[in-house]
């Protein structure tokens, strides 16, 4: 079984600033997804961005960018221009036919 | 807006007690797939249905069972509830396993 492993409970970032999230992963295929996910208090569970392991291009979706490193097998989340929207717990996730899950990073911005 | 519907938001029951819990998924997706949130045990993958099959199983009790509808909603349904069972309850649809689009869940307390 895949596992997924973040290792920041909690994350703490300023305004405007950036902050970066990491996530290990295990697993022995050489295909497969990743996806970081934001799930904010109203507890919705939000894709914020998606890479694809045979991709060597980190993916970026406006703010968020990935650190995608195969062979160390970690999948890190930069948030750049951090704003008070960006509150919420992240989730990495390994995708096979199904999700499996980090722990979760709880991110807090500082106004 | 996701566009994956679930009801009900919220349900409060008994222990003892059976409660069915009910998902539509995005137009034109055939995959659906349900996942446990709670506290201890994190989010967890319950079980996949794709086009009425059952696909894959997860983490489910044997308490618990699911299935897929010619229409494609699904009922996941939860009996002899314990204090335990106690979360928040995702459906997430896919038109591939590789990108899962999840519903906003319904949160269950068992009291």
């Known amino acids: 079984a895949q596992t997924v492993t973040q290792s920041q409970p909690e994350m703490s970032v300023q305004e405007a600033e950036t902050v970066t999230l990491s996530c290990t992963y295990d697993?022995?295929?050489?295909?497969?997804?990743l996806f970081w996910y934001k799930q904010p208090p109203s507890r919705q569970m939000i894709l914020v961005i998606r890479?694809?392991?045979?991709?060597?291009q980190n993916a970026t979706e406006n703010r968020f960018s990935v650190n995608f490193q195969k062979a160390a097998k970690s999948f890190s989340l930069k948030i750049s221009d951090s704003q008070l929207g960006d509150a919420a717990m992240y989730f990495c996730a390994y995708a096979d036919y199904k999700l499996s899950f980090g722990a979760g990073t709880t991110v807090t911005v500082r106004a | 807006d996701s566009g994956v519907t679930q009801t009900p938001k919220h349900l409060i029951t008994a222990t003892g007690q059976r409660v069915t819990l009910r998902c539509s998924p995005r137009s034109g997706d055939l995959s659906v797939y349900w996942y446990q949130q709670s506290l201890d045990q994190g989010l967890q993958f319950l079980i996949q249905y794709y086009n009425g099959e059952e696909r894959a199983k997860g983490n489910i009790l044997e308490r618990f069972s699911a299935q897929q509808f010619p229409d494609l909603h699904s009922e996941l349904n939860l009996s002899s509830l314990e204090l335990g069972d106690s979360a928040l309850y995702f459906c997430a649809s896919s038109v591939d396993s590789n990108e899962q689009f999840f519903g906003p869940g319904t949160r269950l307390t068992v009291l």
């Open positions: 890479q694809e392991a045979y991709k060597q």
């Open positions: 697993t022995s295929e050489s295909d497969y997804y």
